[in-house]
Every structure is written in structure tokens, then in C-alpha cells.
């Protein structure tokens, strides 16, 4: 009886605990573009793709005051000189699809790197690399850092190269198609002043582009 009371008792504690948890999350807000296609072609011919929701993507609930911390801080990149747009085009908050609103980058490896100008906790991050048309960009890693030499306090929290062709490690995550929701990761809380993003061209081009790229952060 008294063992019944006691599994009782922490059965209620932890609804409590989890009752005030969840009062303390919110959905963050992505305002989201004019979508550019209807549907996601499931023929593409691209290794370890995941399978379209089919629906609209749930809202992702984080601490209340999460914010996109990534909007109009500084960008640099691997590629200096674009060869379309400006870097700071990545995080000026604008995630339309038309010609005007991306950034590309040259072909092979290329980064971009946010310097969010100070230490946050990160809970999601959401990049649009290409969403006029349904794409798939290669060898996407996205890492946080304390420094911009990304030697310190380094973290990975998305690597979807699954051969390691960019060097940084054979990655789980899947490959996907670009749409107007853009691709959203759960950076669980990781904590990180420099978010970088590598890609390695797309399935109709070798080159790298980068509409917007939102970073949720407290």
C-alpha cells in the first residue's frame, strides 16, 4: 500500500512538473512565403530522402521569448564575392522565393557563418536555400560555435552528407526538398554565439544558394 502511495506521488509530481514545463512553451512565429509549387515530387532520383509530410508542418514550441536572433546580424562566407546578391540577403528577413531575395555561391563546399554577436541558447533554426522550385541540396551541415574559427564549444546539429565528400564527418540526417516552409532543425536548446551552414550544390547545379535563415534563440 505504502509503495502504491509513493509511485502515486511522483506519478503527480511529475504531471505537475510537466504541467508548468509546457505553460513555459510557446510556437515560435515563422512568417512564411508564398508558396512557388503545389506538392513534392516524390520521383527524384536522390539517395536517403525523406518522405514529404503531406501536410502542413506543426508549430514547434520553444520558451516564450524565442525570437529569431539571426535578423540582420553580419553574414560571411567561403564565397566573398556572390556571383548573385548580397550576404547579408541570408539574414534580412525576407524569405520570398522570387529572383531578387537569394544569395548564390559558387560550386563545390561553400559556407555561410551568422555572428549572432553573442552567446544564446538555440532552439530551432529554419533556412531557406532555394524554394522557387523543388530542389535538393547536398551535403547540408549546420554547426554552432563560441568562436569564428568554429574551434570551440563546436557543435553539430544537422549533417545530412552521407559519404563525408565535405569532410566534416558522415552525417544520419536525410536529404530533403526545399519548399516555401523552409527546412526546420531542432537545435535543442545547444548554446552558441556562430552558426555556420555548409552545402555542396543541389540536384540541378553545382551551386549554393540561401534565401533566409532564421535562428530561434533566448
Known amino acids: 500500500m505504502v509503495a502504491k502511495s509513493k509511485i502515486l506521488s511522483l506519478l503527480l509530481l511529475l504531471l505537475f512538473t510537466f504541467s508548468l514545463s509546457a505553460q513555459d512553451l510557446e510556437p515560435i512565429k515563422i512568417d512564411l512565403p508564398e508558396?512557388?509549387?503545389v506538392g513534392t515530387p516524390t520521383n527524384l532520383s536522390v539517395p536517403n530522402l525523406e518522405k514529404p509530410l503531406g501536410k502542413p508542418r506543426p508549430p514547434f514550441l520553444a520558451p516564450k521569448g524565442t525570437k529569431n536572433v539571426a535578423l540582420g546580424k553580419a553574414v560571411s562566407s567561403t564565397d566573398e564575392f556572390p556571383i548573385i546578391g548580397e550576404l547579408e540577403m541570408v539574414s534580412d528577413g525576407e524569405n520570398n522565393a522570387d529572383d531578387g531575395y537569394f544569395v548564390e555561391l559558387g560550386p563545390f563546399t561553400q559556407h555561410v557563418t551568422i555572428d549572432l554577436e553573442k552567446q544564446y541558447s538555440i532552439y530551432a533554426l529554419v533556412v531557406w536555400h532555394f524554394h522557387k522550385q523543388a530542389r535538393?541540396?547536398?551535403?547540408v551541415v549546420i554547426q554552432t560555435a563560441d568562436d569564428p574559427d568554429f574551434t570551440k564549444n563546436v557543435k553539430t546539429i544537422?549533417?545530412?552528407d552521407i559519404d563525408n565528400s565535405s569532410g566534416l564527418g558522415k552525417?544520419?540526417?536525410?536529404?530533403?526538398v526545399e519548399t516555401a516552409e523552409g527546412k526546420l532543425i531542432d537545435a535543442k536548446g545547444v548554446k552558441g554565439r556562430f552558426v555556420r551552414l555548409y552545402s555542396k550544390g543541389n540536384n540541378s547545379n553545382d551551386l549554393n544558394h540561401y534565401v533566409e535563415?532564421?535562428?530561434?534563440?533566448?
Open 213 to 218: 535563415v532564421s535562428v530561434y534563440g533566448k
Open 35 to 37: 508558396p512557388m509549387f
Open 136 to 139: 535538393v541540396y547536398f551535403d
Open 158 to 160: 544537422f549533417n545530412n
Open 171 to 176: 552525417g544520419k540526417d536525410k536529404h530533403y
